[in-house]
């Protein structure tokens, strides 16, 4: 009797590897990436305006050192907030989240009162020069950026409240912590470079 050799062979898949990234912190990252390019774009084209000799020199609103000083504790209260959820201490958690959403209102009523005080002094967004349009295109459009991370961390508040960020669960909280120290050094850039190119 001849033995028959089986020729049935099987094709194994390999299962596929988890991404490395949460897909919602990738897509953060892509979009701070966007925001990256429209302010080096922005910042690119106030220098080559500086440069055509019809620039505008005017002082920037002492309110904003407040701003910037507001930005700065924000982003202490934010990481607190962080390491606390860490930690499992929710209601410290609550309490540096709102602090940090204070603290982010605040700038912006700053950025308010200093727009307020541009215009006291002439200064205008429409005013016939490229140097003040900058100066309210620059600071606005990062305040907007600012109130959807204050929207964020409303979220974040919420999550908290119903026992969805913990030590176990703190893909939220991190996302909104990266946001926030983002929109903190973008401003410090932007005052620093506002002030060292009047």
């Not at 305006?49 to 904003?64: M, T």
């Not at 700038?107 to 020069?129: M, P």
């Not at 305040?143 to 974040?156: K, T």
């Not at 908290?160 to 669960?169: A, C, E, G, L, P």
Request: hydrophobic share 55%; proline share 2%.
């Amino acid at each position: 009797m001849e033995k028959t050799v089986s020729t049935d062979f099987r094709i194994v898949e390999e299962p596929r590897k988890p991404l490395a990234m949460n897909p919602k912190k990738f897509a953060l990252w892509l979009f701070i990436a966007t925001v990256v390019m429209l302010f080096a774009a922005l910042t690119s084209a106030y220098i080559v305006k500086r440069a055509d000799g019809s620039w505008r020199e005017f002082d920037l609103p002492g309110i904003f050192v407040y701003s910037t000083l507001a930005v700065v504790l924000s982003s202490i209260t934010m990481q607190g907030a962080y390491w606390a959820a860490k930690k499992d201490n929710l209601d410290t958690t609550k309490w540096l989240v709102v602090a940090t959403s204070v603290l982010g209102v605040i700038f912006l009523i700053g950025q308010v009162l200093g727009w307020g005080k541009l215009v006291t002094e002439g200064v205008y967004f429409a005013g016939g020069n490229t140097s003040e349009s900058f100066v309210y295109l620059l600071t606005g459009l990062h305040g907007l950026h600012l109130v959807s991370a204050i929207v964020f961390l409303g979220i974040v508040l919420v999550a908290v409240f119903r026992f969805k960020v913990h030590s176990r669960s703190l893909n939220q909280i991190e996302m909104c912590v990266t946001y926030w120290h983002f929109l903190g050094v973008l401003w410090i850039y932007l005052y620093i470079f506002m002030l060292n190119f009047r």
